[in-house]
């Protein structure tokens, strides 16, 4: 596993739980408001953990902490990733997966394998205007299409959420999430914390009144809709 950092504990990563997280490198999408870009295109400026010794810290604090969570960067390019989390399992956590859902295949593995419990997934926009939001020039938007569909099985617990930034993110955006993602789901509309980001786009926050109004443009399609984030 290419590991750049690890957090010990962590009340924020894992919803419900007290956790450890693991931060994986590298990253397929080039988003202008990433908050962790170093991870994603230069990962190697943070020193390499060594994955025994987080397996060996996970088993002694086992029964303190209660989940892992697994972010990134973006963990499902990691090749070993289905073997480094059956020995999390193992151990008896539950496992949280962060991913932007480009990898359907992947997630769709990890959830029929049973190795993980709680999934958090990015929507980075609506669909027409997903290329500004991820910093590329083609998205072959299927494969996000794809994600959400397989959520909509409710085979495992998860959620939806979309960082919202001044300049990319519009009314239109939210009025084809409110009907795209399923209705019974968790979704949340986060506010942009002002990071280093990728590229040269100013990505400016939006005040809470703005984003009480994407709420409120959601909400009456998805009743676990909420604001996160938000002073």
């Not at 993110?169 to 986060?190: G, S, V």
């Amino acid at each position: 596993m290419n590991i750049h950092g690890f957090t010990k504990t962590t009340l924020l990563d894992y919803p419900g739980h007290m956790a450890a997280t693991i931060f994986t490198g590298n990253c397929n999408l080039r988003c202008p408001f990433c908050h962790n870009s170093e991870l994603v295109l230069d990962p190697d400026v943070f020193p390499k953990e060594d994955e025994d010794l987080i397996l060996a810290f996970l088993k002694k604090r086992f029964g303190i902490l209660k989940g892992v969570c697994i972010t990134g960067g973006e963990p499902t390019l990691q090749s070993d990733l289905s073997e480094y989390i059956k020995k999390i399992k193992d151990i008896g956590y539950l496992v949280k997966l962060d991913t932007n859902g480009f990898n359907p295949s992947v997630l769709g593995k990890l959830i029929e394998d049973k190795l993980i419990d709680y999934t958090a997934v990015d929507i980075k926009a609506g669909r027409d205007n997903y290329a500004l939001s991820v910093g590329l020039n083609n998205v072959n938007i299927a494969l996000i299409e794809e994600t959400v569909e397989l959520l909509s099985q409710n085979k495992i617990d998860y959620e939806f959420r979309t960082t919202a930034v001044k300049g990319i993110h519009t009314d239109a955006d939210f009025e084809d999430i409110a009907t795209w993602l399923p209705l019974d789901c968790k979704y949340f509309i986060q506010s942009y914390k002002d990071t280093k980001g990728i590229g040269d786009f100013k990505c400016e926050s939006f005040s809470k009144e703005e984003l009480s109004h994407f709420l409120d443009i959601v909400k009456p399609h998805i009743s676990q809709s909420a604001l996160r984030g938000v002073d």
